[in-house]
């Protein structure tokens, strides 16, 4: 499925973005925030395209400009959610790279998924979380509606070898419904 918004395309990614997803996803500034280590090659990014990004729900956040993937965004289902959800919610999670920062893309993203959850998916509720100090995926979940919902303490990151704070969001498809956002 491929899903737009006014300035991005939101698409399955691809074995060919493996080089654009290195150069986005090397920078240290980047993965470790939400998680997951730095990429060390345009093989292992091919890896990770293969092995975790080929998921269902799982898109390439591209400028429509060109089609280039310069972030990822994707729905997360209840088994591997971060924390407990119903079977009819989902989580959603996100990242763009540094150069694209503060330009408003991934709330714009957001936006659709959001929207693509609550109505073609039928999902009753959405999560999403950010680990403390991760100000801006805090800023972007607010900017979407999400509200606090709580915080698990001594969570074990386990692709960063450490135990961090996670604080949750949530966004019900009845908030959204009212809110200028559905």
Not at 5 to 27: C, F, N
Not at 36 to 47: G, I
Not at 74 to 91: F, K
Not at 134 to 152: A, I, L, M, P, Y
């Amino acid at each position: 499925m491929i899903l737009e918004t006014e300035r991005l395309i939101l698409r399955p990614w691809v074995q060919d973005d493996a080089e654009s997803l290195y150069e986005y996803a090397k920078d240290p500034g980047v993965g470790p925030i939400a998680g997951w280590p730095p990429h060390t090659s345009v093989e292992n990014s091919r890896a990770i395209i293969r092995d975790v990004l080929s998921a269902d729900e799982t898109y390439a956040v591209c400028l429509k400009e060109d089609n280039r993937a310069i972030g990822s965004i994707g729905l997360i289902s209840p088994m591997q959610s971060h924390t407990e959800i119903d079977a009819n919610e989902l989580e959603i999670g996100y990242w763009i790279g540094v150069p694209f920062w503060g330009r408003g893309l991934i709330p714009e993203a957001a936006g659709r998924l959001i929207r693509h959850a609550f109505e073609d998916l039928g999902c009753s509720a959405l999560w999403c979380g950010y680990y403390e100090g991760n100000e801006r995926s805090r800023r972007c979940q607010e900017k979407c509606g999400f509200t606090f919902h709580h915080v698990e303490r001594d969570v074990p990151c386990e692709l960063m070898g450490d135990v961090r704070t996670e604080y949750f969001t949530r966004l019900t498809r009845a908030e959204w419904a009212r809110s200028a956002l559905g």
